[in-house]
Each structure stands twice: as C-alpha cells, then as structure tokens.
C-alpha cells in the first residue's frame, strides 16, 4: 500500500511527542546518545483550525535524525500562539505532521505570507512517527 504524502519534499527526519511531563529525555530512546537542543519550523494541523506552522526547540538526535517534542511544551506554545489568532482553537485536538524549512517560515514571520500550495512545496513529511512509552521506576526488587 502506497503511503500518502502531504509535504513535496522528501521526508527527512523522524519524530517522538514525549507525552510525560515528568520525563525529559536528554539521552536518545533509540542509540542512548545524548540530545541536543535545535529549532524546527513543525507543521502542525489543528482540528477545525487548519495548518500552522511553529517554531519549536526540541531535543535532537543527530545520529538517529530524531526530533523530540515535549507535549506540555508544544502545547503551552500553541495556547499562547492561538489566543490572538482563533481562541475557539485553543484546546483543540492536533497533529504534528512535519517540518518546513526554517528560511521559508522566518519569511512568512516578516509578512510576506505565502499560500498553502507553496507551503506545502517547502514541507517534509515525517520519515516515521515513533510512541513513546516508559516502563520502571521505583518498585520492589
């Protein structure tokens, strides 16, 4: 079955939404190397909203091409980004569904706005989409 592609660009790296507020991951789930910082332009769709694209630091894993998004986070920058624009929005359901090209955000940032189809020109998909669940803590032994 043939994966269905929003972005025009090739997909280019992978992606982990950290549902835990309590966890922060510093060390890569996949190679256990440590994460840096870096700041991505995510394409995000919001139900009943449409597409909005965000500058985001996240946690990245050069190596594994991963990006880790801390839902708390990316949920606080929403609310604060949406209230002006549609505060009917704010709360609702949303999927991150790629990247764009930082160049290509900072302008639209500076007013000249560009139209979905050109956006869209410079947006990748995800490679793939990872969940993350963790297992531990305290207990006996």
């Not at 929003?6 to 994460?35: A, H």
């Not at 980004?81 to 009917?88: K, Q, V």
Request: a neutral charge; glycine letters at 8%; one cysteine or more.
């Amino acid at each position: 079955m043939a994966k269905i592609r929003i972005g025009k660009r090739p997909p280019q790296y992978s992606f982990i939404l950290n549902p835990y507020s309590d966890v922060r991951l510093s060390k890569c789930p996949m190679c256990e190397r440590p994460t840096h910082p870096r700041k991505f332009a995510l394409v995000i769709h919001i139900q009943n909203w449409g597409p909005l694209v965000l500058g985001k630091t996240c946690r990245y894993c050069t190596r594994c091409q991963l990006i880790i998004a801390h839902q708390d986070e990316l949920e606080a920058e929403l609310a604060t980004c949406l209230t002006p624009l549609a505060p009917e929005a704010v709360g609702s359901e949303y999927l991150v569904i790629g990247t764009m090209d930082k160049k290509v955000w900072q302008q639209g940032l500076h007013g000249s706005g560009t139209t979905l189809d050109d956006a869209l020109e410079q947006m990748a998909d995800f490679k793939r989409v990872f969940d993350l669940h963790i297992e531990g803590g305290w207990g006996p032994a």
